[in-house]
């Protein structure tokens, strides 16, 4: 017999931010538990990453503090999405769905767990930024809004992680403000890259060591050249123009600066071309000294104008007492340019990379999701 408002929860994905979740939903099930009027129970019943899974055939729970072991020691394979979907289908109680991937497959089949009534909350941009008519099947298959029984989808730590980002837009948007314009720095790695390699100031290692630093900190796709060709922020762009109603069509749809060098190219894997990246520390020494003699500094930046309805993404100088210039670490920094605001935007800024904070944005999601299904 299930328990009372009991909801289940399958996790896909336990690298950098996946393990930091499954740290935060551990705290959260204890909590809610523990709540006398109203308790929530929780249960882990399906954890998986691209070589094993752990699922009991019964949907009885699994161990949130003992996962890593039990999953190092499963010789389950993983489910395809569509076995996944029928899986959770015939759960005898809700299902959330935690996409701590950057996988497209699982994005591509949101609409399918979405209309079995499978809620779904990620940091996984591709299902949001990938073609235009996959968001629409999202958001046509979703209850959000429009309550006609599919499950519900949340995604705020798809762009700034786990900064309010996606949903001070909605609620902009919502409530009847005109989004003239949204600008700033939307990629915790270019952030730390930059800040680190082209401080205000002067100084600051080489270009290739900040990279290699940055995925050890884990601000980096699983594949930094995702960053660095600058379809991540692209994709975080698309997202937000997007959601203040531009149907853009795809992140390679409007301009993108990569800071691939041509030659680096055809590398064959992310480590390969993070090995010969070096060779083009020069390169990168010659951006820094031209910016310096005009007393700047160069930073990854991109925008969406809506009125022109234009977006971009690419590199651009300024000034030491700009405050993008002034940024630390993995700082992201988004300026919300609208009818309210006038010329003074609203702005948020703060850590835009790392797991904790990505995985706090899809803790407060499902803690959205759990409000919608009771
Ligand atoms: N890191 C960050 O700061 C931020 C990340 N994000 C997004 O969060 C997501 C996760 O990022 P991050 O944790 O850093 O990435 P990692 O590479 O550290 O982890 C990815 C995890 O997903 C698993 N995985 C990949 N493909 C599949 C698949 N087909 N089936 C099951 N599991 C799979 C991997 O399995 P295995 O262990 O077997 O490789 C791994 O456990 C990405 O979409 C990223 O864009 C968003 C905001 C910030
Ligand atoms: N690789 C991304 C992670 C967050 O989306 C970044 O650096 O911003
Ligand atoms: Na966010």
Redesign the pocket.
């Known amino acids: 017999m299930p328990l009372p408002r009991q909801v289940f929860i399958a996790v896909?994905?336990?690298?950098?931010?996946?393990r930091c979740f499954l740290k935060q939903l551990h705290y959260l099930a204890s909590h809610l538990c523990r709540d006398s009027s109203a308790p929530t129970y929780l249960s882990l019943i399906l954890l998986?990453?691209?070589?094993k899974c752990l699922r009991n055939p019964d949907y009885r729970s699994l161990h949130l503090d003992t996962w890593e072991q039990d999953l190092a020691a499963s010789s389950t394979a993983?489910l395809s999405p569509e076995e996944l979907a029928e899986y959770l289908a015939h759960a005898p109680n809700k299902v959330v769905l935690v996409d701590?991937?950057?996988?497209q497959?699982?994005a591509d089949a949101y609409p399918l767990f979405l209309h079995k009534g499978i809620s779904i909350v990620t940091?996984?941009?591709k299902a949001f930024s990938s073609n235009y008519d996959l968001w629409k099947s999202i958001f046509s298959a979703a209850s959000n809004g429009n309550g006609h029984g599919g499950g519900y989808v949340f995604h705020e730590?798809?762009v700034g992680?786990g900064l309010p980002v996606i949903c001070t837009l909605k609620e902009l948007v919502e409530t009847g403000d005109e989004v003239r314009k949204i600008e700033g720095v939307f990629s915790?790695t270019m952030s730390f890259l930059f800040n680190s390699f082209m401080p205000v100031g002067g100084g600051g290692g080489p270009f290739s060591a900040e990279v290699k630093k940055a995925k050890e900190l884990?601000?980096t796709?699983?594949d930094p050249r995702d960053d660095l060709n600058g379809l991540d922020v692209a994709r975080k762009l698309t997202i937000l123009a997007r959601i203040a109603g531009l149907e853009v069509e795809s992140p390679t749809s409007f301009p993108v600066q990569s800071l691939i060098p041509k030659e680096l190219e055809g590398c064959k894997s992310g480590d390969e071309f993070l090995e010969r990246l070096g060779e083009f520390d020069g390169k990168m020494e010659e951006l820094k000294k031209q910016a310096a003699a005009e007393g700047k500094v160069v930073r990854f930046v991109g925008s969406v104008d809506v009125a022109k309805k234009e977006v971009k993404v690419g590199l651009e100088k300024f000034d030491a007492s700009h405050p993008i210039a002034a940024l630390k670490g993995s700082d992201n920094i988004i300026s919300f340019y609208t009818k309210r605001y006038g010329d003074n935007p609203l702005i948020i800024q703060g850590a835009g990379?790392?797991?904790e904070v990505?995985a706090m944005g899809v803790t407060a999601d499902l803690i959205k999701v759990l409000r919608l299904l009771h």
């Open positions: 896909i994905g336990a690298g950098g931010v996946g998986s990453t691209s070589k993983p701590n991937t950057s996988n497959a699982l940091p996984n941009k730590s798809s992680a915790g884990g601000y796709e699983p990379a790392g797991g990505t």
